[in-house]
């Protein structure tokens, strides 16, 4: 039996980490929750990198802190 699977995985980081103006942590709690709350099961959504390099990132761990993750969505951060 061949079975067919697909895992959509949303990647807010990737958009988030080129933008020049500073995205506030709110709003990012607040999209992630969306996505959650919107079916997303696999969420890639923060990196822990020198804010010197990337410094939308620099709140990851303020993010995370944030959200309320159940069991079955896995949040993915680098």
């Known amino acids: 039996m061949v079975r067919n ?3 959509l995985i ?3 980081r990737d958009a988030w980490q080129g933008l020049s103006r500073q995205i506030p942590t709110e709003l990012k709690t607040r999209y992630l ?3 959650i709350d919107g079916g997303f099961k696999h969420i890639d ?3 822990f990198v020198s ?4 410094p939308q ?3 990851s761990e303020k993010v995370l802190e944030q ?3 159940p069991n ?3 949040i993915i951060s680098w």
Not at 51 to 54: C, D, Q, R
């Open 72 to 74: 079955d969505v896995e």
């Open 45 to 47: 959504a923060a990196s």
């Open 57 to 59: 990132m620099a709140d």
């Open 67 to 69: 959200i309320d993750v």
């Open 10 to 12: 949303e990647c807010p």
């Open 5 to 7: 699977a697909v895992t």
């Open 33 to 35: 929750r969306a996505l």
């Open 51 to 54: 804010p010197k390099a990337v």
